[in-house]
């Protein structure tokens, strides 16, 4: 059974930083590329970050790039996003997905078979 457990969101002020952690298992970690997606309250999902099984890609939406870092550690079927310089936009629910045997980074969430639970990001004014 595949199980991904998302950790680490918070409230943080504006400026801020965070780090999600999301702890995965049941899969073949290492040949699983992983991704980053958030949604606001009334708002569609969309696609954070991305990062390849081997994390030779990554791949960041507009909105996040520069701020936002991506990486993994497959010793430990982890994946990490490194939030910097935090945004009042940037308040959603943030969720991990599992996308198996895909050697890219994509942004597509449709691509994704397993998905967390989430872990919610606050960030004031």
């Known amino acids: 059974q595949v199980r991904l457990v998302e950790s680490g969101g918070g409230l943080v002020q504006a400026g801020g930083s965070l780090r999600l952690s999301c702890a995965a298992s049941?899969?073949?970690?290492?040949?699983?590329?992983m991704g980053w997606f958030r949604q606001a309250p009334g708002k569609e999902r969309e696609f954070v970050a991305a990062i390849s099984w081997r994390g030779a890609i990554t791949s960041y939406a507009d909105s996040v790039k520069g701020r936002f870092t991506a990486s993994r550690d497959n010793a430990k079927n982890m994946v990490l996003l490194q939030m910097n310089s935090l945004k009042p936009e940037d308040t959603a629910v943030y969720s991990c997905?599992?996308?198996?045997?895909?050697?890219?980074?994509?942004?597509?969430?449709?691509?994704?078979?397993?998905w967390g639970q989430g872990t919610q990001v606050t960030v004031s004014s």
């Open positions: 049941g899969l073949m970690f290492s040949n699983t590329a």
């Open positions: 997905a599992a996308d198996p045997y895909y050697s890219g980074a994509s942004t597509h969430p449709e691509t994704y078979d397993y």
